[in-house]
């Protein structure tokens, strides 16, 4: 497992904002992975707390200020790279519930991200079928929207 990786391990912070029964999602397109949905949010800054990392990505992909709440889910991921030869990025994902303000359309931010397209409203009963990247997010989504917080490990 140790082959292939990129050493450092990078902490992100991902917003879970539901309203209406429906969960705010990127959607995400390019050639070596076609089109995937993942959360807002990115990469700690060093010095940075999570809460603030996720203020700061949130503004830059989604285009708002969120409010931070609760910390729902911790797990570690191994992210594929595009990359020859192919790597993976450790990445430890803090998941937390946030809200956007009640006006709130959805829409880019100033600063998405490279393969970023569109942001939108998904139904809560299309979770289970929709392209969410990690795919192990269905999974963790789908509990964590009704449960406490937990830490399930390593999500592939």
């Not at 990786?5 to 076609?34: E, F, H, M, W």
């Not at 990392?53 to 409010?67: K, M, N, Q, S, W």
């Not at 079928?129 to 795919?135: F, G, N």
Request: charged share 25%.
């Amino acid at each position: 497992m140790k082959e292939n990786l990129t050493l450092a391990i990078r902490n992100c912070a991902r917003a879970v904002i539901v309203r209406d029964g429906a969960i705010l999602l990127l959607c995400k397109q390019s050639p070596s992975y076609g089109t995937r949905y993942a959360l807002p949010g990115g990469a700690q800054e060093e010095y940075e707390t999570l809460q603030a990392a996720l203020v700061r990505e949130c503004h830059e992909e989604i285009g708002t200020t969120v409010t931070v709440c609760d910390l729902i889910h911790v797990a570690d991921f191994f992210k594929p790279r595009s990359t020859d030869p192919e790597t993976k990025r450790h990445t430890v994902e803090f998941l937390f519930t946030c809200v956007v303000p009640d006006d709130y359309a959805p829409t880019n931010g100033p600063a998405p991200d490279k393969n970023q397209k569109d942001v939108f409203w998904l139904p809560l009963d299309e979770l289970e079928t929709a392209p969410l990247s990690p795919e192990g997010l269905r999974r963790v989504l789908s509990a964590s929207v009704r449960q406490h917080p937990f830490y399930l490990g390593r999500i592939t």
